[in-house]
């Protein structure tokens, strides 16, 4: 049984309608004091490897201090935009009554995410998913860059063994994120990743959607 969940976010419990990359085109300008033309890929990167790939595309060799000024920039677009995030962004099907089933059954639940901690508290706050989460043993994007280690951070936050634990996620990098450290992972295709790609990179289950609550809990208690 997986007494511990790890969660990714966006595109597993969230979609954000665009308003994401609105909000990080402000806190880019805001710290670089340059328009934020494009965006490097951010599907399963941490926020600090986007910064720092995405400042490198418009010429511009950033430190960790400029990352953590962004962060903070990032976190307050976020809050100033809330309603806006609300408004066009959603929760998606099943994922509130995911993580209350998970709950009752006794599950501890957290999140390993590439956003920075203050940005996926909002994020997920603003959809009323936040009440199930234990924030303090999560791993989030300024921890470290790559998911293996945010994985390994938050099971030594949780003081938990890889076989009492399960991830859940949306790309190919939530999945090699959970292997690396021999973790059971779920997949879930509702990003941009497809069941195969999603099954190719190493997912022990592959689900289309958090619709099905009693299977997905029924998944979560018979691991490990």
Do not use: C
């Not at 085109?25 to 004091?33: H, I, N, R, S, T």
């Not at 957290?110 to 940005?119: D, L, M």
């Not at 706050?125 to 790559?146: K, N, P, Q, S, T």
């Not at 941009?192 to 289309?208: E, I, K």
Request: charged letters at 25%.
């Amino acid at each position: 049984m997986a007494r511990l969940v790890l969660w990714d976010i966006d595109h597993t419990l969230i979609a954000t309608g665009g308003v994401g990359r609105e909000l990080s085109a402000a806190a880019f300008e805001q710290v670089l004091g340059i328009p934020m033309r494009e965006q490097a890929t951010v599907d399963g990167l941490t926020e600090a490897v986007i910064f720092r790939e995405t400042a490198r595309l418009h010429g511009v060799d950033s430190d960790r201090a400029m990352f953590e000024r962004f962060a903070a920039a990032l976190a307050e677009e976020h809050v100033r935009r809330a309603s806006d995030l609300r408004e066009r962004g959603h929760a998606l099907p099943g994922a509130a009554e995911a993580l209350a089933a998970l709950a009752a059954a006794g599950v501890r639940q957290t999140v390993v995410t590439g956003n920075v901690r203050a940005v996926a508290g909002i994020k997920l706050a603003v959809f009323g998913l936040d009440r199930h989460i234990d924030w303090a043993v999560g791993a989030y994007g300024e921890d470290a860059d790559l998911r293996p280690a945010l994985v390994r951070i938050a099971l030594a936050r949780a003081e938990a063994s890889p076989v009492d634990a399960v991830v859940i996620g949306d790309t190919p990098a939530d999945m090699a994120g959970a292997r690396a450290n021999g973790v059971p992972v779920i997949g879930v295709a509702t990003g941009r990743s497809d069941p195969r790609s999603l099954q190719r990179s190493g997912a022990d289950t592959v689900l289309m959607g958090l619709d099905d609550t009693d299977g997905l809990v029924e998944l979560v208690l018979g691991t490990g």
